[in-house]
């Protein structure tokens, strides 16, 4: 039965376990293949035809090898570049990707006043400016382009981490709760809510931070359901691929997810 086959998921490395970790709380009877191409990352400040190509061929890749039911892009900035393309060419196969979380950070901010760290790639995409132009007027939006942060996540570099997270918020004038200042942090690449206790520890408790994990798992769930797709009986169980360090994928994902 197509019901019975896996969700594919995928990242540049192990940003897209934030993901996971929502669906599998959605869905705890789906099982996943997680793809991380840590081989060719950081994604994020690569030109937009690699992230693209690379896209193309992972999903090429989780339909011929694991013949998944569905795919999740768990990277905001590969389905920046490239989720119209993954759906143009499987038109068959529900794609489900991932963006920054202005809509749910817009409705949440008491100042109007949004600070979005990203990648690169990401805040330059036509994607994403259409978003922002779609909110024009709800809420103000600073942006942070955070290069190297999600590379210092993927290898675990806590001091690296530490630094960067330090050097883009204060780079964003000013946090706080007052008039005129930034109250709510999105998170706009699926690596950060692993440097969640850093932006927490940094801004304090009077700063929202927003991620994108429970609305994606949501909308998953529903396209699932809509397409008669959804799996009740699976065993939750992940298969993991990588074109990476295959220990450094399972210790992620011990340590994150439990796993
Ligand atoms: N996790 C990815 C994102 O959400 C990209 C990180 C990277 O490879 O630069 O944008």
């Excluded at 669906?23 to 950081?42: I, M, Q, T």
């Excluded at 950070?105 to 949004?114: D, E, N, P, R």
């Excluded at 909110?135 to 960067?164: K, S, Y």
Aim: charged residues 20%.
């Amino acid at each position: 039965m197509d019901r019975d086959r896996p969700i594919g998921i995928f990242d540049s490395g192990v940003g897209g376990l934030s993901i996971l970790r929502a669906l599998r709380a959605e869905l705890p009877a789906e099982d996943f293949v997680y793809f991380s191409d840590a081989g060719h990352a950081p994604y994020g400040e690569r030109e937009e035809s690699f992230v693209s190509d690379r896209s193309l061929a992972i999903a090429v890749d989780l339909l011929e090898q694991h013949r998944i039911k569905s795919l999740v892009i768990a990277c905001n900035t590969a389905t920046a570049a490239a989720v119209h393309l993954v759906r143009a060419r499987h038109i068959h196969l529900p794609v489900i990707g991932v963006e920054p979380a202005l809509k749910p950070a817009a409705a949440l901010t008491k100042t109007g006043h949004v600070a979005v760290l990203a990648t690169r790639g990401t805040l330059a995409s036509a994607k994403f400016k259409a978003l922002q132009d779609a909110l024009r007027g709800q809420a103000e939006f600073v942006l942070v382009p955070c290069d190297g942060l999600a590379a210092a996540i993927e290898n675990d570099d806590q001091p690296q981490v530490r630094t960067l997270c330090a050097r883009y918020t204060k780079e964003v004038c000013c946090f706080g709760s007052g008039p005129g200042e930034i109250d709510t942090l999105v998170m706009g690449c699926t690596h950060y809510p692993f440097a969640a206790d850093v932006f927490r520890e940094l801004l304090g408790p009077e700063v929202q931070l927003v991620e994108t994990g429970v609305p994606v798992a949501r909308q998953a769930r529903r396209l699932l359901e809509a397409q008669g797709l959804l799996n009740p009986a699976g065993s939750g169980q992940v298969r993991w691929q990588t074109t990476g360090d295959e220990q450094a994928l399972r210790a992620a994902a011990a340590r994150w997810l439990g796993l």
